[in-house]
């Protein structure tokens, strides 16, 4: 479970550097906020399976490590297989709460 929390860790840090540069890329490209709500979901979910982790950080079993990464890969190929819809989602979001 260690690798586990390692492997959440980087994770968490590198949605955060990414928010960072969307936040400073948004000056320039005012469209860049729709990475947001994506970036959000992501950030929330690896926390929670972070958290997950340390709780079951006394098992030391490869089922849980494997468990781990297969949770953490799901929403990566989701991402990846639709993107257009979860653009057009954010837009629509976005445009709500700017309305």
Do not use: C, D
Not at 10 to 22: A, Q
């Amino acid at each position: 479970m260690q690798q586990l929390l390692k492997i959440t860790q980087i994770l968490i840090f590198t949605i955060l550097i990414l928010v960072i540069g969307v936040f400073i890329w948004q000056f320039v490209n005012p469209f860049a906020q729709i990475l947001f709500f994506p970036l959000l979901f992501l950030s929330v979910y690896y926390l929670l399976i972070h958290l997950f982790a340390k709780l079951n950080a006394q098992r030391t079993s490869k089922v849980w490590l494997y468990i781990g990464v297969f949770l953490i890969i799901i929403p990566l190929i989701a991402y990846a297989t639709n993107y257009r819809h979860i653009m057009e989602f954010s837009l629509n979001i976005l445009t709500s709460f700017t309305q």
